[in-house]
């Protein structure tokens, strides 16, 4: 319903949400001659963008297309036409020629040469401003206006903008502290769109085991998680780890925690396996501490066991497992040392919890892929409604790949909305 007295301002295309996918939207459609209005409910642009990558802003990654889209799963193929149109080698060029020159350092994950996002949004800015884009701060949009076919707009409670394509780019759920509240889920479910259950992703986790609280001085490099369910066996995730008072974090866990949290919540608690050894199994967990054995035949248990892991983590594997680290590895008992070697090579944890969506970076969830053309972006139910970044039901792991989305999904859904 259009509010009383209320001005009608028209564009071509109008933008909600001025993050990542929402300023690179609005920047393709206003290169192509469309009257671009963005609208973003904070008093400034690009909250999230800002604080990601702990501000220095991993943009991209280097992977090809087709190990990217791999590690988003089973909806990972929805991407193609968009990373086709704007891969990582195309999103660096478009930041070249707004002034930003990129880099990988690792040869993996892109960063601004600055390693500021600072200079990733001031840039965005000055092109948008070079294009004349309308940007509106601390406007809120209530509701899509449209004639139950097509689209004719989207309204505050005190005005309507007309347009004939409107772009959805409000992200998720996590970091309500930077403005998420899914505001574009609400949109989309009220013009008939699916959303999918919705889960907060990419955070730390809780455990029921306390004895994590006694290794929480190392970083654990390389470490390998499985979920210890029938239906997650395929499911296995490496890299660092943490443990914290009440549980675990790190990148590791960052991305485990997409996969585990639907599965905490349908079951109240995952069983995790974690391979603390760098892979090692318990074959060669056994000859490697042979092998110091025979180098250093009257050292301890617990000597020998820090050439693999910090002490802190060895002192209480040999508590769970009851064996005596000052002792010589020898001198245990047969059933002590094949548990400590069990422990060695998968460490039973267990997750009951986490904080919600206040720590979650990403959303798993949103408005269903199957209701929105992969091509351009485009709503199947209602002509002229546009989704990207975030805010569809597409998310991946930490290390650039959520804001090469963004950036993509954006690009598609820019460039083919205004060229209708």
């Known amino acids: 319903m259009k509010p009383k007295n209320a001005p009608e301002i028209s564009y071509d295309v109008i933008v909600v949400g001025a993050g990542a996918a929402g300023i690179m939207a609005a920047i393709t459609a206003a290169r192509q001659g469309s009257k671009v209005l963005l609208l973003e409910k904070l008093s400034k642009i690009a909250a999230k963008l800002k604080a990601t990558g702990g501000g220095r802003c991993n943009l991209t990654n280097t992977l090809s297309n087709e190990d990217f889209m791999a590690r988003f799963g089973r909806n990972g193929r929805f991407m193609t036409p968009a990373l086709n149109a704007l891969d990582h080698k195309k999103l660096i060029s478009f930041f070249t020629d707004i002034g930003v020159k990129c880099h990988a350092p690792d040869g993996y994950r892109v960063f601004p040469i600055s390693h500021s996002s600072v200079s990733i949004i001031t840039a965005l800015e000055e092109e948008m401003n070079r294009l004349g884009i309308t940007l509106l701060c601390n406007t809120r949009i209530e509701n899509l206006e449209h004639d139950s076919i097509k689209i004719i707009g989207a309204s505050t409670a005190e005005q309507i903008y007309h347009s004939t394509h409107v772009i959805i780019a409000t992200g998720g759920l996590g970091y309500p502290q930077l403005g998420a509240e899914g505001d574009g889920f609400t949109i989309a479910s009220h013009v008939g769109h699916k959303i999918t259950d919705l889960y907060p992703a990419m955070m730390p986790l809780r455990t029921k085991e306390s004895w994590v609280a006694n290794c929480r001085a190392d970083t654990i490099s390389k470490v390998e998680i499985k979920i210890d369910l029938p239906k997650a066996n395929k499911i296995r995730l490496k890299g660092d780890l943490i443990f914290t008072q009440n549980g675990i974090r790190g990148p590791v866990v960052l991305d485990a925690a997409r996969e585990i949290n639907p599965f905490l919540s349908k079951y109240g608690e995952v069983p995790l396996l974690l391979n603390l050894t760098k892979g090692l199994n318990e074959e060669q967990i056994r000859s490697h501490i042979k092998k110091e054995i025979d180098k250093n035949p009257e050292q301890s248990v617990l000597t020998h066991m820090m050439t693999l892991l910090p002490e802190s983590v060895c002192r209480t594997l040999c508590t769970l497992s009851e064996a005596d680290p000052d002792k010589g590895f020898n001198r245990l008992e ?27 970076m990403i959303t798993r969830g949103g408005v269903s892929l199957k209701e929105i053309s992969p091509d351009t972006m485009e709503s199947k139910i209602l002509r002229g409604l546009y989704f990207c970044g975030e805010v569809m039901d597409l998310d991946g792991p930490c290390g650039g790949y959520n804001l090469q989305w963004s950036f993509a999904s954006g690009y598609v859904a820019g460039q083919l909305s205004s060229s209708k």
């Open 334 to 360: 047969g059933i002590q040392r094949d548990r400590l070697i069990k422990l060695l090579a998968w460490t039973p944890l267990t997750v009951i919890g986490h904080d919600g969506f206040k720590m979650a």
